[in-house]
């Protein structure tokens, strides 16, 4: 089975502080994606990657940056953290094209809560 | 834009049939897709439907798509109290020479005894 693994499932920060949001899968997908979900909005795309060292921005980017110096290894950062980004993380990952039938595996998600 | 809707929630009785709705806009959709996430955890891929079909089964589910009205279902038979989770529609659609994928904002689905 496809793991994608997120690091913390819980996270309290303060507001200014950096946060670094990590995400691993065993699988060598070759696409990774960071969302937000928050309460009646859904999923949000926030950035996402298609192979090592490359990033594309997604929906809603700003304050957020990400790092995917491995294949496995995908980092979402919040250089500023501020208390809008309160929410649900979500990590996932896929093969090759990204929506073309290769479905996303999801990590279980980090609750960060920023006061 | 693009655009997935969905209503947010959706109470039925243990046992009866659960139809979950969903609209979206872009009409060069390629895959509509149903997710599954149960409390505490991330999304599940349910099922998926490729665009030049009008439904699909797989055991108690059923997905049915009208391509002209944008419109997607996916009915759940005998519904049981595991069926409890919140249900997000998506379609991927092209965009920028992309493929992405547009979430609707999920239906919670509540079982009652």
């Known amino acids: 089975d496809v793991k994608v693994t997120q690091s913390s499932r819980y996270l309290v920060k303060r507001t200014g502080e950096k946060v670094f949001l990590e995400c691993v899968q065993d699988m060598d997908h070759e696409n990774m994606f960071w969302y937000r979900q928050d309460p009646g909005l859904g999923l949000r795309l926030i950035y996402f990657s298609y192979d090592v060292k490359m990033k594309e921005k997604g929906d809603i980017p700003e304050g957020y940056s990400v790092s995917r110096e491995k294949k496995e290894r995908f980092s979402l950062i919040l250089e500023s953290a501020s208390t809008n980004q309160t929410s649900m993380y979500l990590c996932?990952?896929?093969?090759?094209?990204?929506?073309?039938?290769?479905?996303?595996?999801f990590g279980n998600g980090t609750r960060l809560t920023v006061t | 834009g693009e655009d997935v809707e969905q209503s947010l929630f959706l109470s039925v009785r243990e046992g009866d049939s659960s139809v979950i709705n969903c609209t979206y806009t872009?009409?060069?959709?390629?895959?509509l897709y149903w997710y599954k996430q149960e409390p505490g955890a991330g999304l599940q891929l349910l099922t998926y439907i490729f665009s030049n079909m009008d439904m699909k089964q797989d055991q108690r589910l059923t997905v049915l798509l009208n391509k002209k009205d944008k419109h997607l279902s996916l009915r759940i038979a005998d519904t049981q109290t595991g069926d409890s989770a919140i249900y997000f529609c998506a379609e991927s659609i092209t965009r920028d020479s992309n493929y992405q994928l547009i979430w609707g904002a999920g239906t919670k689905l509540i079982i009652k005894p």
């Open positions: 996932a990952s896929s093969f090759l094209a990204y929506g073309d039938n290769s479905p996303l595996h």
């Open positions: 872009d009409s060069s959709s390629t895959y």
